[in-house]
């Protein structure tokens, strides 16, 4: 299990270090191919729209040849598709560059969440708050090589083949750890994965259940609140309360060190409480900090306000991912994957609709009372929290407090 656990891990840190060194390399991108803003956005929203699409059939790939090698092959896909980016030569092979970027990375994050489910159930401890913190940390590491190539002059060439080869031998190195199947005394992997496999490709609409799509809303309610700190935060700051850009820029800078820092210890939280405390607590604090950004009198009142939201908005979609794959384990272990898979079309939609939406009422409202609408969004969150202990496999068992995280 330790193993299984480092691999799981590994490959978060290794999706936040490649997404990261996209985002962060915009600029180049934007010049290089003297692209204007709406294409630039146009060609950014292919990204979310092919992950999107990929969510859909990851579930069905995973029941025929299991979420394990979804994720090795979408690993290494990913900076396959990311090289692409570097090497396309117009408008035309940029766009089919990043829907296989999107593609990608639709597949891996929806395999990867399921790995960690199975790694749970093994282990019977939460993992998953770990998971997430790797992918923070691995984004924060992919955004400052990326920025040091930028500053170097690298080219995107240069930059995503040196990056494609050392994520290559990461994945080599740690794809043998990832779990094959889900280890419970169910049925054999080869017969689950048919029965799972004619459930996905003919029985797709099934899987959408009332409970699916709870655990979906709150999940979308949650990252569209996050993507709208993400966005709009700096912009609150320097436009609203007059912050320098410098300062502006803290904000988002307090909510990720804070989320990163409460999902380092999530799990050891959620290994004591169940998952619907730690996530009515994790939103209604969220709530307390939005609510302190929108009334603050100056911006560090209001970053203080944004890193309790980051605080708050720490373990809620971590937990919420393991309930809905957890639940999906009654299905053999690709269940779980298609779970995960259905409750990430939710979330990706809600990551692609949430920051133009906040945009569009902004401009009939004003960004402060826009972002005091995130509030009562996050109190319905709490109040629906109890949904995750509705079914008893949602959560690991809770461990005794004296049994060390080491004992994986």
């Known amino acids: 299990m330790r193993r299984a656990r480092a691999a799981v891990t590994a490959v978060f840190a290794v999706n936040g270090a490649l997404i990261a060194s ?45 979420s394990a090698w979804v994720v090795r092959i979408a690993a290494v896909a990913l900076p396959l598709a990311l090289l692409g980016v570097g090497l396309a030569g117009g408008p035309v092979h940029l766009a089919a560059a990043m829907l296989l970027v999107g593609a990608a990375n639709g597949l ?55 990056l494609g080869g050392v994520v290559m031998a ?35 609409r099934a899987g959408w259940t009332r409970r699916v799509l709870l655990l979906g809303a709150l999940g979308a309610a949650v990252l569209a609140c996050e993507g709208a700190v993400i966005t709009w935060s700096g912009v609150f700051l320097h436009e609203d309360l007059g912050a320098s850009l410098g300062v502006a820029s803290l904000g988002l800078v307090a909510f990720t060190a804070c989320q990163t820092a409460g999902r380092l210890v999530g799990d050891r939280l959620s290994a004591r409480h169940p998952a619907r405390v730690l996530v009515r607590s994790g939103t209604a604090l969220a709530a307390a900090g939005l609510t302190a950004v929108v009334v603050a009198p100056t911006p560090i009142l209001a970053i203080a306000g944004f890193a309790l939201a980051g605080l708050g908005l720490a ?50 409202l004003g960004l402060t009372w826009t972002l005091a609408l995130l509030v009562p969004l996050l109190v319905t969150v709490a109040w629906k929290a109890p949904v995750l202990a509705r079914t008893p496999s949602s959560t690991p068992p809770v461990v005794p407090a004296g049994v060390p995280d080491g004992a994986l």
């Open 108 to 162: 891996l994050d929806t395999a990867m969440n399921a790995q960690a489910v199975m790694v749970e159930r093994a282990a019977h401890r939460p993992i998953m708050n770990g998971c997430h913190a790797a992918w923070s940390i691995g984004s924060v590491a992919g955004s400052l090589t990326g920025g040091a190539a930028a500053q170097a002059g690298m080219s995107l060439t240069t930059h995503y083949l040196i």
């Open 170 to 204: 990461v994945v080599l190195v740690v794809g043998r750890g990832l779990p094959a199947e889900e280890p419970s005394g169910g049925p054999s992997p080869a017969r689950t994965d048919d029965g799972a496999g004619r459930r996905g490709w003919r029985g797709w």
């Open 315 to 364: 373990t809620p979609l971590p937990l919420i991912f393991s309930a809905a794959g957890h639940a999906g384990t009654e299905e053999g272990g690709t269940g779980a994957t298609a779970a995960v898979a259905r409750l990430t079309t939710m979330t990706y939609s809600a990551m692609l609709l949430a920051p133009a939406l906040v945009g569009r009422v902004a401009q009939a």
């Open 22 to 66: 996209l985002a962060v390399r915009t600029p180049s991108l934007k010049t290089d191919h003297e692209l204007t803003a709406g294409l630039l956005g146009l060609l950014t929203a292919l990204v979310g729209v092919a992950a999107l699409a990929a969510t859909q059939v990851a579930g069905r790939l995973a029941a025929r040849i299991g």
